[in-house]
């Protein structure tokens, strides 16, 4: 059962939530597939057949809230970032206009299939430098973190190769990105948007500079949306490149962060597993990368508004309603993972989870991901055959409304 004064207590950003949240999407799948968060103003939808239905059906549920702050920016707020000059019109994630498809075959230009196996060399040689880093601290301290030192901006040297952009100062580019996730993703109070807003007004400028200065016959990202015409042969704006590369800047490389920061976790978490994975068994990485999509997704939920009421597994949702969809959740469905609480790599059919969503804002990145995890998982694990967690308590977790992962990955050899 799932009492009233339970649902009452359920806070999405809370603590107990963020720390454990497999109880409460258990019992939403159970009890209430389709539940009203009063805090929230949200639809929390769980049960995996819902969550693709909702993903599969645009022309109801549109994406045009998919980049909304959730905690809503107050007017001082809403200065900063308007004179900064700061615009979001809607490209990729939030776009379900005619503009969409043609901006999405831009970026996909540049994240092939083939294109991302070129760059498996790339993930390996920076893993190992970083490695190196975890090894020289090994050495003086007795412990390393492999999110601070090998997680943190290994995906963002690889997006930024991936879309030919250089000239770019990394540590600040990661600090503009998280600072964005936590102001349009969190529940920070006002003194802390403010600063969080100054921050993502600034790489917005940078971007729009960047935007107005790039040559339209360059091969990079920059320039590719410069020569990019939209419906109508029109050029884009300003606002519209900036804001697609804002969103790609961010979604493109911060997930990979989380998603190799859960992975190397869970594995260490399981020393059989990294003996295996040590010894090179052949096919073991990409299944524990699937495995941890599947459990433990970095993006846990996505957000949909309805375009006029509609009805959804009984439950009648008003026009308008802000839509949340547990991507999380519905990859530990009974109804389609057996045993779903259990970590198997390599079970069945294991690519019907929703890591990456559906459909047409399927994510475009799902291969290049899958490929640096990969890869970076079994470069850690040959070059640090011997590592274990240094402690085996809960790690601090990322706690924001679409993202979570662990901050901390300390290990230890001896």
């Known amino acids: 059962m799932w009492t009233t004064e339970q649902r009452a207590e359920l806070d999405l950003f809370g603590r107990d939530f963020v720390d454990d949240p497999d109880p409460t999407l258990r019992r939403l799948r159970e009890h209430a597939p389709v539940h009203h968060d ?27 809230n998919a980049l909304t702050a959730v905690t809503p920016l107050p007017i001082p707020v809403l200065r900063v970032l308007a004179r ?16 969409h498809p043609g901006l999405r075959r831009l970026v996909a230009g540049y994240l092939t299939p083939g294109k991302v196996a070129d760059a498996v060399g790339l993930v390996e040689g920076l893993a190992e430098e970083r490695l190196a880093e975890v090894e020289a601290a090994l050495e003086i301290d007795g ?20 879309l030919g952009i ?16 936590e102001l349009f993703w969190g529940n920070p109070g006002q003194q802390r948007q403010l600063e969080l807003a100054a921050a993502a007004g600034e790489f917005h400028r940078w971007l729009a500079d960047r935007v107005r200065a790039a040559d339209p016959a360059g091969a990079d990202l920059f320039g590719a949306l410069v020569a990019h015409r939209a419906p109508g042969d029109r050029p884009l704006t300003v606002d519209e490149a900036a804001g697609l590369c804002y969103f790609l800047l961010i979604a493109g490389q911060e997930t990979t962060t989380q998603l190799l920061s859960t992975l190397l976790d869970r594995v ?90 559906f459909g047409r804002h399927f994510c475009l990145g799902a291969g290049l991901a899958r490929m640096e995890a990969e890869a970076v998982l079994r470069t850690v694990a040959r070059r640090l055959p011997d590592a274990r967690l240094a402690d085996d308590g809960r790690p601090p977790m990322l706690g924001l409304l679409s993202f979570r992962a662990p901050l901390r990955v300390a290990i230890r050899t001896t």
């Open 268 to 357: 260490l978490r399981r020393p059989e597993l990294w003996r295996r994975l040590a010894e090179g068994e052949q096919g073991l990485a990409e299944a524990c990368v699937e495995e941890v999509l599947r459990r433990e997704p970095p993006v846990v939920t996505w957000r949909r508004i309805t375009a006029r009421e509609t009805v959804l597994s009984g439950v009648v949702l008003p026009a308008g309603a802000k839509v949340l969809l547990m991507l999380a959740g519905s990859g530990s469905d009974p109804e389609v993972f057996a045993e779903p609480s259990d970590f198997c790599p390599g079970r069945p059919e294991v690519r019907r989870h929703l890591a990456f969503g």
């Open 143 to 162: 412990v390393a973190d492999l999110y601070s030192l090998l997680a943190t901006d290994l995906p963002c040297l690889v997006l930024l190769h991936m």
């Open 38 to 64: 009063p805090r929230t103003d949200l639809w929390l939808v769980s049960r995996h057949a819902d969550v693709r239905a909702v993903l599969a059906d645009q022309d109801t549920f549109q994406p045009d």
């Open 84 to 99: 900064a000059g700061f615009a979001l019109p809607p490209t990729l994630a939030n776009n379900g206009t005619p503009s």
């Open 166 to 181: 250089t000239g770019v100062d990394v540590p600040r580019l990661k600090a503009w990105s998280t600072a964005s996730l």
